[in-house]
């Protein structure tokens, strides 16, 4: 059952609707991610989940109780933001301890609370460091640490890993998840960021002008994208149209396909998403695996990405397409004629 829910969440700033009837659910001890564009809503809808805004209508419940009248601080609910929010005149203990003495708890509990989480996030010892000594993945930490330390109900996550460079960020984000899943602790975590979202989120949001687009687990929401919208928020743009023939095929410029999930009767118009990963070069010499779609065309550009390539590739038609091909495939040049091989398992309707 779930724990949180929000219903017909709407709200409105200067006549422009920031959340338009949002309503969704979480799972006790997931982690769910709103994933959008800046300005979106999605801060937004964390921030009425917290209880720091009003909705102008709508519900939130958790464990099946209104928050409607509970004030931020009775909910229960930890956040952190960006920016961190650490107190410049305290040390380590001294933040991570503060909402554990707004508790007026027993001075022997926050003393092994404090440590507990310390040693939980990886800072162990770092007690008496000044923060303003910390690097930025050890003060983001701090700012977990002191998020998790009053073992809230509901823990929200505000681009938590924005201010990182993207190295940083990289590593902390599978510890961020690590710690999260290794206590059960239920999150919401916005980003705009999809490899963030897709490592850290057991489901995801999609939120596009104020509205949720789709909602799917990591894995069905990149190779299952629900519209066109989405697929362009994602970074996917290889839209193939065709029509829907008899016997479930669609008639392309590449050939006829058979994709699992048509759902188009014969005539149709229907577009199809090519993912990105689904090419791969082909000699002159190759001889083409008879499963497989051969496509011609010319490269129009290409950029190393270290282990791949991002290639550019114009079909005869005109048609541009977009893959990540293995380094180890190149050399190519500007112009140069290629033939391409693409798995009809990585082709979806949209």
Do not use: W
């Not at 939130?60 to 609910?77: A, Q």
């Not at 022997?108 to 404090?114: A, G």
């Not at 938590?160 to 599978?174: F, K, N, Q, V, Y």
Request: aromatic share 6%; charged share 25%; net charge negative.
């Amino acid at each position: 059952m779930a724990l949180l829910h929000t219903i017909n969440i709407t709200k409105t700033y200067d006549h422009l609707k920031a959340l338009d009837h949002v309503s969704l659910s979480l799972e006790k001890g997931n982690i769910l991610c709103l994933l959008g564009p800046s300005g979106c809503g999605k801060t937004t809808l964390l921030r009425i989940i917290a209880g720091l805004e009003k909705p102008d209508s709508g519900k939130v419940f958790f464990s099946d109780e209104d928050m409607e009248h509970i004030e931020p601080h009775k909910r229960g609910f930890g956040m952190m933001f960006q920016e961190y929010a650490l107190f410049p005149h305290k040390d380590v203990s001294g933040n991570v301890s503060f909402g554990l003495r707004m508790q007026r708890l027993d001075p022997s509990e926050v003393i092994r609370r404090s440590d507990e989480v310390l040693e939980l996030v990886g800072l162990s010892g770092y007690d008496h460091r000044n923060v303003g000594e910390l690097s930025g993945g050890e003060r983001q930490r701090v700012a977990l640490a002191r998020s998790l330390a009053p073992q809230p109900r509901l823990l929200l996550l505000d681009e938590p890993l924005g201010a990182l460079d993207r190295a940083l960020r990289e590593r902390l984000m599978i510890e961020l998840k690590a710690i999260l899943k290794g206590i059960g602790m239920t999150t919401i975590f916005v980003t705009h960021d999809q490899a963030e979202a897709y490592a850290i989120a057991d489901v995801i949001a999609v939120i596009i002008e104020g509205r949720i687009v789709q909602i799917d687990r990591p894995e069905r929401l990149y190779r299952q994208p629900a519209n066109m919208t989405v697929a362009r928020f994602l970074g996917l743009n290889n839209f193939l149209e065709g029509t829907a023939g008899r016997d479930g095929e669609i008639l392309t410029e590449i050939g006829r396909l058979h994709p699992a999930n048509l759902s188009h009767k014969a005539g149709d118009h229907v577009t199809l998403l090519i993912q990105p990963d689904a090419a791969r070069l082909l000699d002159p010499s190759d001889i083409p695996d008879h499963r497989m779609i051969i496509a011609s065309g010319s490269v129009k550009n290409f950029l190393f990405r270290g282990k791949n390539y991002t290639l550019e590739v114009i079909l005869q038609s005109g048609t541009l397409f977009v893959f990540d091909i293995p380094g180890e495939e190149i050399p190519l040049s500007i112009n140069q004629k290629v033939r391409l091989s693409i798995d009809p398992g990585e082709i979806t309707e949209l």
